[in-house]
T-cell receptor, first 112, second 114 residues
Framework: GDSVTQMEGPVTLSEEAFLTINCTYTATGYPSLFWYVQYPGEGLQLLLKATKADDKGSNKGFEATYRKETTSFHLEKGSVQVSDSAVYFCALRGFGNEKLTFGTGTRLTIIP | GAVVSQHPSWVICKSGTSVKIECRSLDFQATTMFWYRQFPKQSLMLMATSNEGSKATYEQGVEKDKFLINHASLTLSTLTVTSAHPEDSSFYIC??????????FGEGSRLTVL
């Protein structure tokens, strides 16, 4: 079945550091890939998505590229801020399927 | 963006009692709602999918008689944990979508069974 393997946390970085959170997946066919973010006390919010190979999703300075050859969708940001502190979830959705399969989540803490 | 609200956000109950958690879509009609369970430091586990007006579809290993899901209207789904026990303590999250579009998530409900 479908699965998502996500970099384990927690991750602690200084403000303005470069961020990478690794995500790889296993799926049949051509899934859509997502990054969700959960800020303290809030529900999950869609951060970015990509629906086909080589697509790049981007939002709020975050980027992730759908790499079919390496089955990866790593999340990156060039310069993190304290307000980026949250839990980040990588997820996939199989073609024609409404269900999301999530990774374990990575807690990110940014220190001023 | 669309808002999905869960209530209560935190509930404590005694073992053997039943607890109901509500999930409401506040500004759109949710044709499909999903219920997830999240254990500490673990991923969200899909429990069931519910479509308005029909019976929920449960994932393998989820007891349908234990976790009763009702999706009576296009804006409300409820999860009832029947005869709760300490092992049912967890974080329950719902999500909702309209016509297989984007999923919107509630804030989650933390259940603690004493």
């Amino acid at each position: 079945g479908d699965s998502v393997t996500q970099m384990e946390g927690p991750v602690t970085l200084s403000e303005e550091a470069f961020l990478t959170i690794n995500c790889t997946y296993t799926a049949t066919g051509y899934p859509s890939l997502f990054w969700y973010v959960q800020y303290p006390g809030e529900g999950l919010q869609l951060l970015l998505k990509a629906t086909k190979a080589d697509d790049k999703g981007s939002n709020k300075g975050f980027e992730a590229t759908y790499r079919k050859e390496t089955t990866s969708f790593h999340l990156e940001k060039g310069s993190v801020q304290v307000s980026d502190s949250a839990v980040y979830f990588c997820a996939l959705r199989g073609f024609g399927n409404e269900k999301l399969t999530f990774g374990t989540g990575t807690r990110l803490t940014i220190i001023p | 963006g669309a808002v999905v609200s869960q209530h209560p956000s935190w509930v404590i109950c005694k073992s053997g009692t039943s607890v109901k958690i509500e999930c409401r879509s506040l500004d759109f009609q949710a044709t499909t709602m999903f219920w997830y369970r999240q254990f500490p430091k673990q991923s969200l586990m899909l429990m069931a999918t519910s479509n308005e007006g029909s019976k929920a579809t449960y994932e393998q290993g989820v007891e349908k008689d234990k976790f009763l899901i009702n999706h009576a209207s296009l804006t409300l789904s409820t999860l009832t944990v029947t005869s709760a026990h300490p092992e049912d303590s967890s974080f329950y999250i719902c999500s909702a979508s309209f016509s297989a579009g984007e999923l919107f998530f509630g804030e989650g409900s933390r259940l603690t069974v004493l």
